[in-house]
């Protein structure tokens, strides 16, 4: 990876781009290559170029003109005020008859959720040493250790890592295991449902509390944010409830059930659906 200042707009040639404002597209890479850009990428990688925010695709384009490359080059500025023509001999040391052109493009992501993937989240039982770790070939991924190997930008991977349901455990990024996620989301879904608690008026600090002897806090807390949200009550003590997220509970839950055969009667599925997911309107709406 490479990092440089960018002085001035000129040194970046805009290519053709699908946006539908161009102008705009170069002041927004104007606003944002002011600090400064870094190639991103691993040795084999096409060459992409990156913002904070942006990631362009970089390609070498044939020029309509020839530039020729000279050292010393004195520039009008630079000559004393005087009647006298100033004229010197420069030796052109090179030609050049292609220009690099930027344009901007989306990351590609799989890599990052390949990388992810190789190592994840099975619970602390289930974790390794550094050093086994190393003799199995399982690496953890650091942010920066990330960024060195994605070709995006930094916001561009925040988004991602979000998108994917990545959480930081002790440091470095990882993805849950199906069946964990499946585990914590079932403890959180129990205490519920012992605690009768209506779906509207799950307390947070409370039910992390009583979980937290099951599982990290730290898991518990993503996993609460996936499927919980506020529901804009309050409890008598004054601490903000939550409510499920009743889409997302049942698709998983659905994920559950097709996960180990991938072929279900239709019949049959609907009616396991039904007895594994909560109560509640739209959980009978999506069943029906």
């Known amino acids: 990876m490479e990092e440089f200042l960018l002085e001035s707009e000129d040194n970046l040639s805009a290519g053709g781009s699908d946006w539908e404002d161009e102008n705009h597209w170069k002041q927004q ?28 695709e970089v390609k070498e384009m044939e020029a309509s003109s020839t530039m020729l490359l000279m050292q010393d080059l004195i520039f009008p500025e630079d000559i ?31 890599r990052l959720e390949d990388l992810l993937m190789e190592n994840p989240y099975r ?14 070939g399982l690496h953890f991924y650091s942010f920066q250790d990330l960024l060195d190997r994605i070709q995006a930008s930094e916001g561009e991977l925040c988004g991602a890592l979000q998108a994917i349901r990545a959480c930081q455990i002790n440091g470095y990024w990882r993805v849950l295991d199906f069946d964990y996620e499946f585990q914590v989301l079932s ?5 519920i449902e012992a605690e009768s608690l209506s779906i509207d008026g799950i ?8 979980l937290e002897a099951l ?32 889409k997302e509970v049942c698709c998983f839950l659905a994920q559950v059930l097709l996960r180990p055969t991938g072929i279900f009667n239709l019949e049959e599925f609907l009616s396991s659906w039904q007895q594994s997911v909560p109560p509640g309107k739209l959980f009978l709406l999506m069943i029906q």
């Open 123 to 136: 619970g602390k039982e289930h974790e390794k040493t550094d050093d086994e770790a190393r003799d199995l």
């Open 203 to 210: 307390p947070h600090l409370a039910t992390l509390g009583e």
């Open 215 to 246: 599982k990290p806090r730290e898991i518990l807390e993503q996993v609460f944010s996936w499927y919980l949200e506020p529901s804009g009550l309050f409890s008598k003590s004054g601490e903000e409830l939550f409510k499920l997220r009743e």
């Open 29 to 56: 890479m104007k606003a944002e290559y002011s600090a400064h850009l870094v190639i991103r990428g691993e040795r084999d990688d096409s060459v992409v170029l990156c913002s904070d925010e942006s990631t362009c």
């Open 187 to 191: 403890d959180i879904l129990n205490y």
């Open 80 to 110: 004393p005020n005087t009647q006298e023509p100033a004229v010197s001999t420069k030796i052109v040391s090179q030609l050049l008859h292609h220009i690099f052109e930027a344009n901007p493009t989306r990351p590609n992501m799989k």
